[in-house]
């Protein structure tokens, strides 16, 4: 059961009202009085970062084909019915505010440490491509099986990608967005980049728009700046080196399910097809695994990929238990 806030509103109820009036026109007025709410408990913090998440699920702006239109029309119906509920219960929430919610800082923090207000962590499960928009007005497109961590507070706004790739499309601000990757990151504003993590911690970072530094160890070393339409990469105790482009680290069109390649071996492409593949493709013949292929391919849609490729390459598609294989006619 949930606590009651002052013995009459649920703090789920409150959270979610602050929620919606944090994103709205007074949200910079309201700023000490919000504050004061999140730090007075930690059940306050708690009940607003299960709306956070519950929010980062309904501001869904793009889905893999996966999902269809079909579902986000359905997600868009289900945040218009929520929206107006939200903003009536905002009043419930002033109402507690103006009775008087003192706080204390977060624990371990001094009294004028910064509150993170966006630290759910963002996640992507298999075959899923999304697109969250974050408080800052900033948005964050992942890859499959990806993760990104977001820390937002009055002076800061930090991410860090844990698995997988994303695209950030960082709006402006007075402070550049802190993006850690691996051992290093980089700081961007006002742009659009790239940024994919190997299992291997190499990290390679590419700019489609605006100015960005990237800096292969957080600690210590210079940045480098990255030009739109180039990439650079490092790894665990490497330094930063450039990435040519037809080297197709990052795919332009990825956020759609698609790579393009001029030349590549067909079970490196098979791999890539397979992190978004509910039932993996299997190539039995090294033969066939080592046949160079180049393309434009949807590797997210798995199935008709395996078929697309048999038809180039004239081979069978088993389908089995354990896998599409791919095999001679």
Known sequence: MTKAVDDDYPADEVARAWLVKMRGEDAEALRDEFDAWLQASTEHREAYRRAEKRMAALAILKTSQRHGTTHAEARRG?????????????ALALLIIAIGAAGAPFPGQPGDGATAFAAEPLETQRGEIRTFRLVDGSRATLDTDSRLDVAFSHGERSVRLVRGRVRLSVAPGDVPLRIEAGHGGATANDAEIDLSLAASGRVVASLRRGAAEVRADA????????????????????????????????????????????????GALVAEANRYAAVPIVIDDTDIAAREVSGRFHISQTDAFADRIAILFDLAVERRADGNHLRRR
């Open 78 to 90: 289900r945040m218009r019915g929520w929206f107006p509920w939200g903003a009536a219960a905002t």
């Open 219 to 266: 600690n210590v070393g210079q940045t480098m700046p990255l030009k739109a339409g180039t990439a650079l990469a490092y790894g665990p105790g490497s330094r930063l080196e450039p990435v040519a482009a037809s080297a197709a680290v990052i795919q332009p069109d990825w956020t759609e399910g698609w790579a393009e390649y001029r030349s590549i071996k067909l």
